[in-house]
């Protein structure tokens, strides 16, 4: 025996090496092998990234069979570069690194790393890869030199509609001589079969082959007694190298690059699996008849200035007859498609005596004013300002009188062309002040107008009366003056005074009859310095033709020249239009 050969200091040397030799070997068959990832990252904007990469993974067998404990390691990118090792993963099915990019302590964005053992340097693109339903890994194409595996991507794990199927007990007899056992379903791909016999995995061919779901063991290693026999093994293809997104070639849902927001829709002319990138902000998805595309919230296909609104129930709609907006010329219609003004709003067959229109106040139940169905306007107040183009109210009026007139109306009879009121169950016409103003003075001995008021054409109506009044001062007292009042070139008053009457009142007063204008009794009276007042009657007649513009002419004159002069301080014409009895 060699430790009977070998003795004393010998030994003891012997003894350090197969140890120091042992534990390398151990050392050598544990340690990972790493690949080295280096890259540039920038931003969009072409700026280099400066922050930290956060990688984290979880616990998994290196391709060396070194235990990979779960960790995660922080590593600084300065102006861009970003500099690794880590141990490959491709190797082992479920594992992959999440890594996040981080600057100024939040987190900009993340991905998946599957890293291939490789001797050459990866770049990103070697090891980004895709996370799938389930926990899995897309591994990526890897282009590096000696040691990439070069196998143009693959799926690690399950995906599609393959499964797993772990530790299943084979169907057969352990007795030492069986050696055909059948497991339950078929191993797709069959090198995805691995049978375990007492913990230590069989090899194919030199333990075993399969075919469909029959196993059946080479001679000399079938199971014994007693011996504990399990099969793993996958029933599909669970992916295949990424492509982008679902092509016709592929049925998975295997995708290139999946981006948050994303949805995979079948469209096009010649209709295949699409990639449909998330719509911008505010943006809905529709159909347009033929794909899923996005759009405004609004469906487009309602009719040309249709306003869309949400019926009774819940959907939304339009009534392009009734609610329509003419957005050429500005217009929106209530009830008609045709508006004819900024806001029409016409009444429906069911109006009744339903409103057109209410405003009420913040309240909700105090009323502010409301357009009735029959064009009445009721509001709490109106304020109106008249200015130097036009008058705030404008009645153009009627030829009639309202046939069911309110207390309180007012109102414009424009035949006999008179304002009129409805008060205490009475129509009530409005007088009329023609002019009233003051005139000027003479001390002509011939008469001159000091006055005038003019009279429009078809002023009067039959039944109307008009009254003159004029006050006039004398001073002076050489001469007596007269006073003479025209309605046109027709002299319908005059009337001399004495020399001594200082102050004159003169009132005159006329109807309108169906046979011309009549001015029928005249009232005058004088006014002298002592004598104070007296009032004479007097009467006489004049024809005035009511259909022709006239003029009121006030007409004064000394009756011998003096230095006297007479002057019209005020005079009012006033129109009392025509008023049956109420």
Same mark, same amino acid.
């Given at each position: 025996m060699i430790c009977k050969s070998i003795r004393g200091p010998r030994l003891g040397a012997a003894y350090l090496v197969l140890v120091a030799f042992f534990v390398l070997c151990e050392s050598a068959n544990t340690q990972p092998v790493l690949t080295?990832? /280096?890259?540039?990252?920038? =931003?969009? +904007?072409?700026?280099?990234? !400066?922050? =930290?990469?956060?990688? +984290? $993974?979880?616990?998994? +067998?290196? %391709? !060396?069979?070194?235990?990979?404990? /779960?960790?995660?390691?922080?590593?600084?990118?300065?102006?861009?570069? =970003?500099?690794?090792? =880590?141990?490959?993963?491709?190797?082992?099915?479920?594992? &992959?690194?999440?890594?996040? &990019?981080?600057? @100024?302590?939040?987190?900009?964005?993340?991905?998946? $790393?599957?890293?291939?053992?490789? *001797?050459?340097?990866?770049?990103?693109? +070697?090891?980004?890869?895709?996370?799938? %339903?389930?926990?899995?890994?897309?591994? %990526? !194409?890897?282009?590096?030199?000696?040691?990439? *595996?070069?196998?143009?991507? @693959?799926?690690?794990?399950?995906?599609?509609?393959?499964?797993?199927?772990?530790?299943?007990?084979?169907? @057969?007899?352990?007795?030492?001589?069986?050696?055909?056992?059948?497991?339950?379903?078929?191993?797709?791909?069959?090198?995805?079969?691995?049978?375990?016999?007492?913990?230590?995995?069989?090899?194919?061919?030199?333990?075993?082959?399969?075919?469909?779901?029959?196993?059946?063991?080479?001679?000399g290693a079938e199971p014994q007694p007693g011996d504990i026999l399990r099969a793993s093994y996958r029933t599909g293809i669970f992916g295949t190298a990424p492509h982008n997104l679902l092509s016709d070639l592929h049925t998975d849902t295997l995708a290139e690059a999946v981006v948050r927001g994303d949805l995979i829709v079948g469209q096009g002319t010649t209709t295949k699996w699409m990639r449909l990138p998330l719509g911008a902000a505010n943006r809905c998805l529709i159909s347009n008849g033929q794909d899923a595309v996005w759009n405004a919230c609004l469906y487009t296909g309602f009719a040309t200035g249709a306003v869309p609104f949400v019926n009774s129930s819940s959907v939304l709609t339009q009534d392009s007859a009734s609610f329509f907006w003419d957005a050429t010329n500005r217009r929106l219609g209530l009830g008609t498609a045709t508006p004819s003004a900024n806001l029409t709003i016409q009444a429906s067959l069911s109006q009744g005596t339903s409103n057109l229109t209410r405003w009420?106040?913040?309240?909700?139940?105090?009323?502010?004013?409301?357009? /009735?169905?029959?064009?009445?306007?009721s509001v709490q107040r109106m304020t109106v300002s008249s200015n130097g183009t036009r008058a705030a109210l404008n009645d153009s009026g009627f030829g009639n009188d309202p046939s069911s007139p309110v207390s309180g109306d007012f109102w414009f009879n424009n035949s006999q062309r008179a304002r009129k009121s409805f008060e205490a169950g009475q129509v009530h016409a409005f007088p009329q002040v023609l002019c009233s103003v003051g005139g000027g003075q003479t001390s002509s001995t011939t008469a001159t107008s000091i006055g005038t008021c003019s009279i429009p054409g078809f002023f009067f109506d039959s039944g109307d009366r008009i009254e003159i009044v004029l006050n006039i001062e004398h001073a002076g007292s050489a001469s007596a003056f007269t006073m003479d009042i025209f309605v046109g070139s027709t002299s319908v008053f005059s009337r001399s005074f004495a020399a001594t009457d200082t102050l004159a009142f003169i009132r005159s007063s006329g109807g309108y009859y169906p046979t011309g204008a009549a001015f029928g009794t005249y009232s005058f009276g004088t006014a002298g310095a002592s004598a104070g007042s007296t009032f004479i009657g007097l009467s006489g007649n004049a024809t005035l033709v009511p259909t022709t513009a006239a003029v009121i002419s006030f007409k004064a004159r000394l009756n011998t020249a003096s230095s006297d002069t007479i002057t019209l301080r005020n005079f009012s014409v006033i129109r009392y239009p025509a008023q049956f009895n109420p």
């Open positions: 080295k990832i /280096q890259d540039m990252v920038y =931003l969009a +904007d072409g700026s280099r990234f !400066n922050g =930290l990469a956060f990688i +984290d $993974w979880k616990s998994f +067998d290196a %391709p !060396n069979g070194a235990v990979i404990g /779960q960790n995660s390691k922080v590593v600084r990118i300065v102006d861009g570069l =970003l500099k690794v090792q =880590l141990t490959p993963t491709t190797t082992t099915n479920n594992v &992959y690194y999440s890594v996040k &990019y981080s600057n @100024g302590g939040r987190i900009l964005f993340s991905e998946i $790393w599957a890293v291939s053992p490789s *001797s050459a340097t990866l770049k990103l693109r +070697d090891v980004r890869a895709i996370l799938l %339903p389930g926990g899995f890994v897309s591994a %990526p !194409n890897v282009s590096g030199g000696s040691g990439g *595996s070069g196998s143009g991507g @693959g799926v690690i794990g399950n995906n599609g509609t393959g499964a797993f199927v772990d530790s299943e007990t084979p169907a @057969g007899l352990i007795n030492g001589s069986n050696s055909v056992f059948t497991i339950a379903g078929t191993p797709n791909p069959v090198a995805s079969l691995e049978i375990i016999r007492n913990g230590i995995q069989l090899s194919s061919v030199v333990d075993f082959n399969v075919s469909g779901t029959t196993i059946t063991f080479v001679s009420l106040a913040s309240d909700g139940n105090t009323e502010l004013g409301r357009l /009735q169905s029959d064009g009445t306007l």
